[in-house]
């Protein structure tokens, strides 16, 4: 299976920018995916396809990468970001997750 | 506005059944692949298994396959989990997703709120 490796934690404060990187162990074109979840609530999703933002989702939030590396890119933080984030390829049999990075603000 | 509602989760006993159930509203439900993606207590997402927009195509993970099966019913905008020969790892949160577009590979693009089952003796 491919692995996702995501840095397992950030801390950043309201109003900075900050990169959330997704290391795939192989290629998976662009077939990456960020959801959103936060406590006791369902995943959403963000962005699909590397860098489409997914209806209703603001523009503070974008996606970049191809092949291996990939990155969720929030500018600028609010507070309502406080999550944990997950990539999620599809290019690659069985679809897989990574563990999550959990954003934590300052 | 698309909605997924889960029902069906529960305590049930190491080797029993359980079926779940997603009730779908707010889109055409017979144009889109469906899927099952599970999080254990306090860990991560996993795919559990796929089913096209018609039901001629179905996928599991290896973990699932020959226990559970995945089914609808489009006159009823209905998903389905079929869960057999339960196991303790089985045990998480099961999210009922949707598909993004019409094609694959595809993404997950709308979820519920989720159903906990919870294998144990």
């Known amino acids: 299976d491919t692995v996702l490796t995501q840095s397992p934690a950030l801390a950043v404060s309201p109003g900075e920018r900050v990169s959330i990187s997704c290391r795939a162990s192989e290629g998976v074109n662009s077939y990456m995916h960020w959801y959103q979840q936060k406590p006791g609530q369902q995943p959403k999703l963000l962005i699909y396809k590397a860098s489409n933002l997914a209806s209703g989702v603001p523009a503070r939030f974008s996606g970049s990468g191809s092949g291996t590396d990939f990155t969720l890119t929030i500018d600028p933080v609010e507070a309502d970001d406080t999550a944990t984030y997950f990539c999620q390829q599809s290019w690659n049999d069985p679809d897989t997750f990574g563990a999550g990075t959990k954003l934590e603000l300052k | 506005e698309v909605q997924l509602v889960e029902s069906g989760g529960g305590l049930v006993q190491p080797g029993r059944s359980m079926k779940l159930s997603c009730a779908a509203s707010?889109?055409?439900?017979?144009?889109?692949?469906m899927a099952w993606v599970r999080q254990a207590p306090t860990k991560g997402l996993e795919w559990v298994a796929t089913i096209s927009y018609d039901g001629s195509s179905t996928y599991y993970r290896d973990s699932v396959k020959g226990r559970f099966t995945i089914s609808r019913d489009n006159a009823k905008s209905t998903l389905y989990l079929q869960m057999n020969s339960l196991r303790s790892e089985d045990t998480a949160t099961y999210y009922c997703?949707?598909?993004?577009?019409?094609?694959?590979?595809?993404?997950?693009?709308?979820w519920g709120q989720g159903t906990l089952v919870t294998v144990s003796s």
């Open positions: 997703t949707r598909d993004g577009t019409y094609y694959y590979p595809n993404w997950f693009a709308y």
């Open positions: 707010g889109f055409t439900f017979s144009n889109y692949g």
